[in-house]
């Protein structure tokens, strides 16, 4: 339970919550107190008691990292965020992806999306609908060269057409399954098949918020 905050802690919350949001991360304690015009003692003692209150944490007791918290002293979603690329084209050699094949950016809750390096890419066409994964999309892929049977992958097909199907591996082709009856399994030679990401989640396009 959070215990409320004085005028004045509440002056210094509103301050850092603003700051993180413009910058994602706090500011430092020096310069807190310098944009508050008050001493760095003062803005100290503001942020242990405020901690001691349950609105923020602190990685480490010396830290100047510092974490606002919600109600229930879970980290405030404006700590989280964090931006990956939309990328336009698929090659290989992921996750060594050049600036020019950017096609915008997303943003995801870090706190869900821990994974190294992830990508989005655009879906075009509904087959992976049964899966859930509609036309416009963003999968969000973990860069992957590697699958297991069953996983849904984005793999490039002769170096050039990137699909995102859902992987299986015989003993003399890959098998690479829609999730839409409309249309047929593609079957594979091995040297025609680079995995080059693992879906590990979706931001719904405008076909699915309709």
């Known amino acids: 339970m959070q215990l409320p905050p004085t005028s004045r ?15 994602g991360r706090a500011p430092s304690l ?37 974490y606002l918290l919600n109600r229930a002293r879970q980290t405030e ?6 931006e990956i690329p939309i990328i336009g084209r698929v090659t290989a050699g992921l996750p060594m992806y050049a600036q020019n094949e950017w096609n915008g950016s997303t943003v995801l809750d870090a706190a869900v999306f821990r994974g190294q390096n992830l990508f989005a890419l ?37 170096s050039e057409e990137a699909t995102v199907k859902r992987f299986f591996l015989h003993k003399d082709h890959i ?5 839409n009856a409309a249309y047929p399994s593609m079957r594979y030679e091995f040297a025609e098949v680079l995995v080059q990401g693992k ?12």
């Open 9 to 23: 802690q509440q002056q210094v919350l509103d301050y850092l919550r603003q700051a993180i949001a413009n910058s």
């Open 30 to 66: 020096r310069r807190a107190a310098a944009e508050l015009g008050v001493s760095h003692a003062a803005i100290a003692q503001i942020i242990k008691a405020l901690e001691e209150k349950g609105h923020l944490k602190r990685e480490g007791r010396y830290s100047r990292r510092i």
């Open 77 to 82: 979603g404006s700590h989280r965020w964090r």
């Open 122 to 158: 655009r879906i075009r066409g509904d087959s992976m609908k049964n899966a859930g994964i509609l036309d416009g999309d963003l999968a969000i892929c973990e860069p992957r060269q590697y699958a297991r049977n069953g996983e849904i992958v984005v793999a490039l097909i002769h």
């Open 175 to 179: 098998e690479l399954r829609p999730e």
């Open 199 to 210: 879906l590990v989640g979706l931001q719904r396009g405008p076909e699915g918020i309709k």
